[in-house]
């Protein structure tokens, strides 16, 4: 079962990025290519019937499953990055995190009007990374069809500010 890998491949790392935070490492999952490929199938598996036009992928961790998603579906890849990143012209949205503030930005040519687009991160905890690229999304006129996780932390109830967006959650493991 797909769970008890990824349970076994995560580490702990306690007080990351700062006291108090116990961050869920997942680059121990990608010194393991057939766990790679059993996730990005897993994904595929889980949005069967879901439409899906293209992938956003939230940097940078969000990029990794993300890319080879869009690969497999024969979709486009959209990255969502920090300000600055980005050579062309941008849409930008502002929210709230779990230790912080932050902005992401998406070329303001990546999504077509009407595409429904499916929302990748490496992890979801408050939600607010997420919804700021649900965000950008409906600037640009998509629809966000679904979002999809490596890691849940269903104590922080990431998912109930998502439902706005789609009601399409996934989360491989959660804890």
């Not at 890998?5 to 961050?23: E, S, T, V």
């Not at 499953?65 to 062309?88: C, D, H, M, S, T």
């Amino acid at each position: 079962m797909i769970e008890q890998k990824l349970k076994a491949a995560i580490r702990d790392i306690p007080d990351f990025p700062k006291p108090g935070i116990l961050f869920k490492d997942i680059t121990p999952i990608l010194m393991d290519p057939k766990l790679c490929r059993d996730i990005v199938n897993e994904f595929i598996k889980r949005i069967d019937g879901t439409p899906v036009d293209a992938i956003v992928g939230i940097e940078s961790r969000g990029f990794f499953f993300a890319l080879l998603l869009a690969e497999q579906l024969n979709v486009p890849f959209i990255p969502a990055r920090k300000p600055g990143k980005l050579p062309y012209k941008t849409v930008s949205y502002s929210y709230n995190l779990e230790y912080g503030s932050a902005t992401i930005e998406m070329h303001t040519d990546a999504i077509k009007k009407g595409w429904n687009v499916l929302v990748h991160d490496d992890l979801l905890a408050t939600g607010g990374t997420a919804c700021a690229a649900a965000e950008l999304v409906k600037m640009q006129g998509g629809n966000v069809s679904a979002f999809a996780f490596i890691v849940g932390l269903n104590f922080l109830n990431g998912e109930e500010q998502l439902k706005k967006y789609s009601k399409e959650i996934i989360n491989l493991v959660n804890y």
